[in-house]
């Protein structure tokens, strides 16, 4: 029997194994130059369950997205349980024409407020949505990453208008720290995302909260898996 099916059968019954859930969001990669409203991370479609990992030292971040009048927007923060940011609440921005955001209805705009501290275009403002619980907040553990996180601000309501959207993200006090965006609610993964994308989002959330060894131990489990199936072909080969 071809010695590589044992180890195609390992992974994929250890992708099996997690839970459903635990791919709700597809990961955003991201190298914080989104630095600015002309900069602004694109993402495709705002439908689609998306997340991004972020870290912030005193600056804001944008992401943009066009919409269609009537689609669901969805978006919400939370933190990594990690000591250091256990107060850490970032603000959520919601930005637009000025025109469009008079529009939208809502328990969550009722909640929000203008006071965006940065500069927008003319004819732009902002719904801005700060954390307003307490602390530590209810938290939640993600499966995939094997991660506990501390859950701030939600926010849902319908698009008013079509038209080229805006989310900022910063704090006001300029505090740094470390956040996970979410988008949307739509969950959209294909078979090759199970062996490409969803292996990159583990590594990738590994990275986000500090822990190196299992990200190093996980790259040394998959260096040895392919070193084996290379060993093997070569062998092959020789025959």
Do not use: C
């Not at 530590?136 to 926010?155: D, N």
């Not at 995302?193 to 998959?222: E, H, M, Q, R």
């Amino acid at each position: 029997m071809n010695k590589k099916i044992p180890v195609l059968i390992m992974v994929i019954g250890v992708l099996l194994l997690i839970p459903s859930t635990a791919f709700g969001h597809k990961l955003i990669p991201t190298n914080g130059s989104n630095d600015s409203l002309e900069n602004g991370l694109m993402i495709s479609d705002h439908m689609i369950s998306w997340a991004v990992y972020e870290e912030l030292n005193g600056n804001e971040l944008y992401y943009t997205f066009d919409g269609k009048k009537g689609d669901m927007f969805f978006a919400s923060i939370v933190i990594p349980k990690i000591e250091t940011l256990k107060n850490f609440s970032p603000s959520l921005a919601f930005i637009g024409y000025e025109s469009h955001l008079e529009l939208i209805q809502g328990y969550e705009i009722d909640n929000s407020n203008r006071n965006f501290p940065y500069a927008l275009p003319e004819g732009f403002n902002a719904y801005v949505f700060d954390y307003s619980g307490s602390f530590p907040s209810k938290e939640f553990y993600e499966p995939f990453g094997q991660i506990t996180y501390w859950e701030r601000q939600e926010i849902t309501f319908d698009l008013p208008a079509d038209g080229t959207y805006y989310l900022s993200v910063f704090d006001r006090n300029s505090n740094p720290g470390k956040y996970a965006l979410a988008i949307g609610t739509i969950e959209d993964f294909s078979a090759y995302d199970f062996f490409t994308l969803l292996p990159y989002a583990w590594l990738a959330t590994k990275l986000f909260v500090n822990d190196y060894f299992s990200a190093i131990i996980a790259i040394g489990i998959f260096i040895g898996i392919l070193g084996l199936i290379i060993f093997g072909i070569y062998r092959k080969l020789r025959k």
